[in-house]
């Protein structure tokens, strides 16, 4: 399942509000989407408030992260209880596995398997590279010239030279 596919799913999402940042999906790997689907159901079952709203959900610090408007108590416990179990959970692939990383200035969350294929990571390659299914898929690059260099432009990278999108060097 997608961040995009548990979004529609759950009508506490508002991307289009002007106070959410959801617009841009859950800024983390897919191997917290069950768990986050799971909490998200959850969050239903206790029937919140009309005006209740998911405004951002991200990975920071190696931890899940999941920031609403218009909570109740019970609602902060569960996403509490989410969030601290995002410690043990591995980003990449959701076994229950994970301990906290650490590479130059990253910490994530990721199992052992996980955490090989991390350590070996090139920024200037994407993970689909690196042997792990990304959780978005990745089109083909636009012309050959996209391999060479790109440039971002608002998370989106473009070719230096054509100015199409670059799907080689965007995040994943």
């Not at 692939?93 to 990383?101: A, D, I, V």
């Not at 294929?117 to 993970?127: G, P």
Request: hydrophobic letters at 30%; charged letters at 30%; glycine letters at 4%.
């Amino acid at each position: 399942m997608t961040d995009i596919e548990i979004m529609k799913k759950y009508k506490f999402f508002k991307p289009k509000s002007k106070s959410s940042l959801m617009a841009f999906g859950f800024d983390c790997d897919k191997g917290w989407f069950p768990m986050l689907d799971e909490l998200c159901k959850q969050i239903q079952e206790t029937k919140p408030p009309k005006n209740f709203e998911v405004v951002q959900v991200k990975e920071k610090l190696a931890g899940l992260r999941f920031y609403t408007h218009n909570s109740t108590e019970k609602i902060n416990c569960l996403i509490r209880g989410y969030e601290l179990r995002s410690g043990i959970t591995c980003e990449i692939c959701g076994k229950t596995t994970g301990e906290l990383r650490k590479r130059e200035f990253w910490l994530k969350t990721l199992c052992q398997k996980c955490n090989k294929l991390w350590q070996k990571f090139d920024n200037n390659k994407n993970w689909k590279d690196m042997g792990i299914k990304s959780s978005y898929p990745l089109p083909k690059p636009q012309s050959n010239c996209c391999k060479v260099d790109a440039f971002q432009k608002k998370r989106v990278y473009y070719c230096s030279k054509c100015k199409k999108k670059c799907f080689i060097h965007s995040k994943i």
